[in-house]
């Protein structure tokens, strides 16, 4: 092939140029360009090993790290000119540096494949990304502890089946999401920890036979270890699969949340208000404040689910060593990192602004007929079988219901009708606030027990704040 400005870098062995409308199809610079900063990290101490090594002379390994340098700038102030021509960000940035130094920037790419070099950015990429929605995820989760905090006595009913269950610690509710983050964080270190290994110097598929130092690259990259195999460097996306299930559980978790935020501003409940920051208008109804936001992070889980459902869809079925269809591994796993990560924002900002209508959640806990297990257990504590007693509270609820009144509203005589076990005592027992505090099980929804999460929460959070 002719060689001119836009001739492919590796031409040589064509006679003609590839067609243009399968140019752009063949491409990825629009979605790998974001890898610039790692792609000139991994060719300078490319270049430097190389020199190192004898391979390359200390003179072309200067040039070639001044010359990074120097188109890194460019990137970084918008001032580089990205053509598609050059199909990946690895031959932008190669053309880059041979426009600029010449035939030192032709050497750069001795005993290198882009095989090693697109898995060696991804790795860098995917580490630090990993570590930054890992303290995102810790923000998150003190925001939820402190909202719990500020919130401690606030009762609201639980459910179960979406049916009033039993009256339940506000603050116990947060903190339950408060343990999912926290399991999401431990994923999203496990997924950095997986990135975390060189695939420098497995060139295309075999290893090289110039004498490359792979320990030296792996160092200078911050990775803790090198890959050991040549076959599985260049063709692994695993790190990927873990980062993007990470970043799945993780949105399943701020969706759940998010449903409960929609649900709970409905005229209906009525528990919470978002703050005018996180809702928006309607553009014909003026009357409406809609929970929009929370409403995205729920939907948006369902594109994050696809990015994982995507890319282990794209992994089955590949043969060793790199195929092509590997670079379809970027696009959902850049989304996937851009989608929890914006959500995050979202949900973290909503906690920290939304307020809190004790009185509402109080007044939806009386209902329900929720201390009917507390009614059930006192007849127990007279000696009566739970069966029984469970069919005896069966029949007070329908006559409750019959009579659209509360269990509390029930008078003693009306009580001692479906028991001659009922006394003054009962009163207490299925008093409300009374109901929570008896739960004192570990784990359990009474204040004293909510206190004690709150500290186990707090600890566990400023354990991983200072683990990352
Ligand atoms: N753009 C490619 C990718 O993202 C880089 C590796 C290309 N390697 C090759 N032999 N064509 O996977």
Redesign the pocket.
């Known amino acids: 092939m002719i060689q001119d400005d836009h001739t492919p870098l590796w031409g040589g062995r064509f006679e003609k140029a590839p067609a243009a409308a399968l140019q752009e199809f063949g491409?990825?610079l629009p979605v790998?360009k974001r890898l610039w900063a790692q792609d000139i990290a991994g060719s300078k101490a490319h270049a430097r090993m190389l020199a190192a090594q004898g391979i390359l002379s200390q003179e072309d390994a200067e040039l070639i790290v001044a010359g990074l340098d120097a188109i890194g700038e460019q990137i970084a102030a918008g001032d580089f000119d990205f053509d598609i021509v050059d199909?990946?960000?690895?031959m932008s940035i190669e053309r880059a540096l041979t426009e600029r130094i010449g035939d030192a920037g032709r050497r750069l790419h001795t005993g290198r494949?882009?095989?090693d070099?697109?898995a060696t950015d991804?790795r860098l990429y995917c580490k630090q990304q990993a570590s930054a929605l890992a303290g995102q995820l810790l923000k998150a989760r003190e925001t939820l502890i402190l909202v719990a905090q500020a919130h401690r006595d606030v009762i609201l009913p639980g459910y179960t089946h979406m049916q009033k269950a039993q009256p339940v610690l506000f603050s116990h509710h947060l903190l339950a999401y408060s343990w999912m983050l926290a399991r999401d964080f431990k994923r999203m270190i496990a997924a950095r920890d997986a990135a975390d290994a060189s695939p420098l110097g497995a060139a295309?598929l075999a290893g090289t036979s110039y004498p490359l130092n792979r320990q030296q690259t792996a160092a200078e990259l911050g990775f803790s270890a090198v890959i050991p195999n040549s076959l599985d460097a260049v063709s692994d996306r695993d790190f990927m699969l873990d980062l993007v299930y990470a970043c799945s559980t993780a949105m399943i978790h701020l969706s759940r949340l998010s449903e409960e935020l929609i649900l709970w501003s409905t005229e209906e409940f009525g528990f919470i208000t978002l703050d005018d920051t996180y809702a928006t208008g309607s553009s014909i109804m003026p009357q409406k404040k809609n929970p929009d936001f929370a409403e995205l992070v729920r939907g948006k889980t369902g594109r994050v689910v696809g990015d994982l459902v995507g890319l282990l869809t794209v992994l089955k079925g590949l043969p060793l060593a790199?195929n092509?269809d590997?670079?379809e591994?970027?696009e959902g796993t850049f989304d996937a990192i851009d989608t929890l990560s914006a959500s995050l924002a979202a949900v973290t900002g909503m906690l920290a602004t939304l307020r809190v209508n004790a009185d509402v959640m109080l007044e939806a806990a009386q209902g329900g007929f929720m201390a009917a297990t507390d009614l059930a257990d006192f007849l127990v504590g007279t000696g009566m079988p739970f069966r029984e007693a469970h069919e005896v509270v069966g029949r007070i609820v329908l006559h409750a219901e019959k009579k659209q009144c509360t269990l509390q509203q029930i008078s003693m005589a009306e009580l001692r009708e479906f028991s001659a076990a009922f006394d003054e005592s009962v009163s207490e027992v299925i008093d409300i606030a009374a109901v929570v505090s008896r739960r004192t099980t570990e784990g359990g929804t009474s204040p004293s027990s909510v206190e004690i999460q709150i500290a186990q929460a707090r600890k566990q959070l400023e354990d991983d704040q200072r683990s990352l």
């Open positions: 491409a990825s790998d199909e990946d960000i690895h494949s882009r095989n070099q697109v991804a295309a790199y092509k590997l670079q591994d970027k």
